[in-house]
């Protein structure tokens, strides 16, 4: 359960740099990056808001809406004359909020329909209609279990990396 809680408030830190201007770094990467989903719906891309005292982006995949995806969060600075986008990698709270929602939702189903069949197998015996409610329970709890494991998976490596390759790419990372 641990790792659950852990995979939903974490945050992975991100640093890029570049040899390009501070301002000039921050029209770089703007112009790549789209202000909603709906200007490039079809296709991959960057979305959210780029200004040098914060940036905000996010991985738009083409046709959809994923509202479990990582944000990178974090703004523009001027170091030792190089120019640094420093941030995280973290989900937007909320999406923490529904995620958190979902399992306390998802942890109660799975406990109720695992203790009513066996309590039902153990109380009524081995009549037919008894033994199929209680399997059909005590599945439908593993399938929810299984489920919840797999929604709160630590992040989407490849969105990390997608996000990454393009900001670098932007930016004119050193």
């Known amino acids: 359960m641990r790792r659950i809680w852990k995979s939903i408030w974490e945050a992975e830190s991100a640093m890029f740099v570049s040899r390009l201007p501070l301002q ?3 029209r770089s990467l703007a112009a790549i990056v789209e202000r909603s989903e709906l200007a490039n719906w079809g296709a991959d891309c960057l979305v959210g808001r780029v200004s040098s005292a914060h940036v905000c982006i996010a991985r738009h995949r083409g046709g959809q ?3 479990t995806r990582p944000v990178f969060l974090g703004k523009f600075q001027e170091r030792s004359g190089q120019t640094v986008l420093e941030g995280r990698f973290t ?8 995620l958190m929602g979902s399992i306390v939702v998802l942890v ?6 695992a203790i009513l069949g066996a309590v039902s197998l153990v109380s009524n015996g081995r009549s037919d209609v ?7 329970m005590l599945v439908s709890a ?3 279990a299984t489920t919840l494991f797999k929604v709160t998976q630590p ?10 390759e393009r900001v670098d790419a ?4 050193a």
Request: no cysteine.
């Open 91 to 98: 989900y937007p709270w909320s999406t923490r909020l529904l």
């Open 155 to 164: 992040f989407e490596r490849e969105d990390i990396a997608w996000i990454s």
């Open 108 to 113: 109660i189903f799975v406990l109720a329909s």
């Open 170 to 173: 932007a930016i004119g990372s």
């Open 24 to 26: 000039e770094a921050m």
């Open 65 to 67: 809406r994923m509202p």
């Open 142 to 144: 593993a399938v929810l």
């Open 130 to 136: 008894t033994v199929w409610v209680a399997v059909a």
